[in-house]
């Protein structure tokens, strides 16, 4: 046969060259180039010997047993790489470690005979499908707890096969109901008062449509909703109506008409963590205002906006999809340039600054923008408006 | 060529071996059933055309990224080290304990997820492999060393899915699931670079086979075949989920898809114009929006037990890229739709895909298979 086509050359190559890799570990460190170079070489030929051999046993050029001391082979590779890494790098160690734990399990599966093969796949089969099931069932549904069975399996049995091989999706697509988008605007304050708005997502700025998706992602990552509403939720909301009608121009109170659900929306810790991330994101991609290198952020201000759906009754009557009132802004706080919030106790957070037209059909119509003026761009009471209603 | 396993029903092969006389034992012949179901030795072109179709789409996807990169993967994107770090290790997972009296118990706090890009910080790395990876999945689309470059593709997905994990959405976990069964498959035996190379081999050796068809096998069935439940768990997922809301029971759920102004094409001018004239006329608005509901909720909902039978299954396949093909013009969502079709492609014989590629490309007539 072919030299190159003798997979156990490359096999051993590979091994050989992450063997010595992980010498070069001892002495250079983890991430001297040489290093890098010979463990990646040393995989690429480890993993081109396993393929090579994979193949050619489809062919029957190669017998199972064959096939199976050169999974081992594989996994022995992966765990001598997986060595390589620094204590720094323990997801790729981690992940290394974990596949060369499934090549010992084909080895295994490769080695027995035609009946506990069948069984042993037909147990793996079973073992895939039903972790993939609690994944799709330990959800909460609307209203309720999730199914006790599921939860405990997928937590004890199954979550870490399915979230290190990223099948952990509950395929719930556009359930109970397709909802509203998510939008998030910055407004970056500088030292010198000047001031930018950065909005995302930005079908104008994103250069194609996956793009503009991702940045949607981006935005709805914030807006998972906290497990409890706040026990001392009449005072909250006390204490954010005061405030409005303390500010110059005055922010519209909320009523009783509004459910609460739709007055407050907290996010849970995560999507906390998420809002912290992007204040600390566009404090670097906005550092200085364009044409003044000096000057620095002051602090950043960050709305999640919810776009409401418009409805058919709306539209039949040429109403504007993208009018200011089909806005739902939500404050989520004031961060200094590290993403840390500046005040967790500004009466505003996590309510809605809503933005109303008055609807008397005898005067002309009025815009109030809460967000505009919570946001400090509008610093006097809003005037009529000239356009239509 | 062999005949796809999935050609007569499942429940045809049982009641065929019940007619001659294995009803004695029922539990025989459910073993059967599954014998038959999994381990068929199947002809290769309908995983082969997936695998180029997958390998086009994760190659497309993984560009996608190129426009920019460092702000999902980068080490001052938006989530940064500090975000990574705390999302992999302080992210809780509570438990209900067996007791009804007591409250949720933590049981873990990290996750396990893996990624070269949640630890580097040098872009040029960064950048080198986004496009060896993109190197991989072009190579794999064309099926040169599809093995290997399948099984980097899967991973190099990873890298991204795991780093990024606040920019993914439907589409991410779709090409996810048809990259891990792509690399499981032995996806060069059709439509590949692999597949000529080795032709190309044997007929330099004097092999007088050297053009003989791929011989079918029973890995390419496992797969298939995992692929098929797979898919009918999406769509069931994602019936029964819907049947949770009253938009899907009162009709008015494809509303909230048409008229939401960030996900559809609403800023083109047509698109608005046509959903303003069916908000203007009620009793087509109802007629439209209802069938759709019905639409999808009865093909997700279907799908799952009437692909399975001969008679019924082009009409649930039809019914799925219509679906999908909606999904794609209506709401953009495109590569989503093009990896649901892949993802639907499994339920095509093989023979079909060949018949069909024979037609399209002129390709000559192989031998059948014994």
């Known amino acids: 046969m072919n030299p190159y086509l003798k997979p156990w050359n490359w096999m051993l190559a590979g091994i050989f060259l992450l063997g010595a890799c992980l010498a070069l570990v001892q002495f250079a460190g983890s991430f001297a180039t040489a290093t890098i170079i010979v463990g990646l070489l040393g995989f690429f030929l480890a993993l081109a010997g396993f393929s090579l051999g994979s193949t050619l046993l489809t062919q029957k050029a190669f017998s199972t047993f064959q096939m199976a001391g050169l999974s081992l082979g594989m996994a022995f590779s992966l765990f001598l790489g997986g060595s390589c890494f620094s204590p720094a790098w323990d997801t790729m160690s981690m992940a290394s470690h974990g596949l060369s734990l499934a090549l010992i399990l084909v080895a295994i599966c490769l080695v027995l005979p035609p009946l506990a093969k069948k069984i042993a796949i037909s147990g793996l089969i079973l073992f895939h499908f039903i972790g993939i099931s609690t994944a799709v069932t330990s959800l909460e549904p609307p209203g309720a707890a999730p199914s006790y069975i599921a939860t405990n399996l997928w937590a004890y049995c199954f979550r870490h096969y399915l979230t290190f091989m990223y099948l952990n999706n509950a395929y719930h697509f556009y359930s109970p109901e397709p909802g509203p988008a998510t939008l998030l605007w910055f407004r970056i304050q500088y030292d010198d008062a000047s001031f930018r708005w950065f909005k995302i997502p930005n079908r104008k700025e994103s250069p194609i449509t996956m793009h503009y998706q991702r940045m949607l992602s981006v935005t709805e990552s914030t807006n998972m909703a906290a497990a409890n509403n706040p026990e001392n939720w009449e005072e909250i909301l006390q204490k954010r109506n005061l405030a409005g009608l303390a500010h110059m121009p005055q922010i519209t109170p909320l009523n009783r008409t509004i459910s609460q659900s739709s007055m407050y929306r907290e996010p849970s810790e995560h999507s906390k963590r998420m809002v912290n991330s992007y204040a600390r994101y566009i404090s670097r991609k906005f550092q200085h205002p364009q044409d003044k290198p000096n000057v620095n952020i002051d602090h950043i201000k960050i709305y999640k906006v919810t776009h409401g759906i418009i409805t058919v009754q709306d539209l039949a009557r040429d109403y504007d999809p993208l009018d200011k009132t089909m806005f739902y802004p939500y404050f989520l706080g004031s961060f200094d340039k590290t993403g840390k919030m500046i005040d967790p106790n500004d009466p505003f957070l996590y309510f809605l600054l809503p933005i109303t037209r008055s609807n008397n059909p005898n005067e002309p119509s009025v815009l109030t923008d809460s967000l505009e003026i919570h946001a400090g761009d509008q610093k006097v009471a809003p005037t009529q408006e000239g356009g239509k209603k | ?370």
């Open chain 2, 1 to 370: 060529m062999s005949s796809f396993p999935a050609s007569p029903s499942i429940f045809e092969r049982k009641n065929s071996s019940k007619s001659v006389g294995a009803d004695n034992n029922a539990s025989f012949s459910w073993l059967e059933a599954w014998n038959t179901f999994w381990f068929t030795p199947q002809d290769p072109y309908t995983i082969g055309l997936m695998r180029l179709f997958t390998g086009l789409l994760i190659a497309f996807i993984t560009f996608s990224y190129s426009f920019d990169l460092l702000a999902f993967v980068g080490p001052e994107g938006f989530l940064d080290k500090t975000s990574m770090d705390e999302l992999r290790k302080e992210n809780p997972i509570f438990i209900t304990p067996p007791s009804w009296f007591d409250g949720p118990k933590e049981l873990d706090k990290s996750v396990y997820i893996w990624s070269p890009y949640i630890h580097l910080e040098n872009t040029t790395w960064i950048w080198a492999i986004h496009f060896g990876v993109l190197g991989a999945n072009l190579c794999m689309a064309a099926g040169l060393f599809t093995r290997m470059t399948t099984i980097l593709s899967w991973m190099g997905a990873m890298f991204y899915v795991q780093r990024a994990s606040s920019a993914l959405f439907g589409m991410d976990a779709m090409i996810l699931i048809l990259l891990f069964y792509m690399m499981l498959a032995p996806g060069w035996q059709a439509y590949s670079l692999d597949r000529l190379i080795m032709k190309h081999f044997k007929r330099k050796a004097g092999d007088k086979d050297w053009d003989a068809p791929a011989e079918p096998l029973i890995s390419t069935n496992v797969i298939a075949r995992m692929v098929q439940i797979h898919f009918c768990i999406i769509y069931m997922a994602a019936a029964t989920s819907k049947l949770q809301g009253a938009a899907w029971w009162n009709g008015t759920a494809l509303w909230g898809v048409l008229a939401n102004y960030e996900f559809n094409p609403m800023h083109v001018p047509a698109y608005t114009a046509f959903i303003t004239f069916l908000a203007k006329h009620r009793l087509l608005w109802e007629i439209l929006m209802t069938s759709g509901c019905v639409f999808t909720v009865v093909l997700e909902t279907a799908f799952p037990f009437l692909v399975w039978h001969r008679n019924t299954r082009w009409l649930m396949i039809s019914g799925s890229v219509l679906l999908h093909l909606g999904i794609a013009l209506l709401m953009g969502l495109t590569t989503f739709s093009l990896c649901m079709m892949t993802l639907v492609l499994s339920f095509v014989p093989p023979e079909t895909i060949k018949s069909l590629t024979d037609w399209l490309f002129g390709g000559k007539k192989e031998p059948q298979n014994a």
